[in-house]
């Protein structure tokens, strides 16, 4: 079985909100497999593009980048859900970001 690393980690909101680093394709391919959320084409893309990474006949790379999609799509991708916090957090106090 191949545990393909990523290039960089992927960081991802999970759980009870701490920010984790997905760093290899095991890491991700379980966070899809165990994700609870509606099922879309961006997921199950995510899926198959893990399974053939973890198979060997896909790399890292193109794993990282179908995982990344997911994560962006749902709004946990750390860097994503900071800005989009901090935006709520000074419309709500009437700040212009």
């Known amino acids: 079985m191949n545990h393909a690393t990523f290039d960089r980690p992927v960081p991802v909101f999970i759980g009870l909100g701490f920010p984790q680093e997905i760093e290899n394709v095991l890491d991700?391919?379980?966070?899809?497999?165990?994700?609870?959320?509606?099922?879309?084409?961006?997921?199950?893309?995510?899926i198959?593009?893990?399974?053939?990474?973890?198979?060997?006949e896909r790399d890292g790379k193109d794993a990282r980048e179908a995982f990344?999609?997911?994560?962006r799509g749902?709004?946990?991708l750390a860097e994503d859900a900071y800005s989009n916090a901090a935006s709520r957090l000074a419309r709500e106090w009437s700040v212009q970001p």
């Open 28 to 46: 991700a391919y379980n966070i899809l497999i165990e994700w609870n959320g509606i099922p879309d084409l961006d997921r199950a893309g995510a």
């Open 48 to 56: 198959e593009v893990c399974r053939k990474a973890i198979r060997g």
């Open 74 to 76: 749902k709004g946990i």
């Open 68 to 71: 990344q999609r997911f994560v």
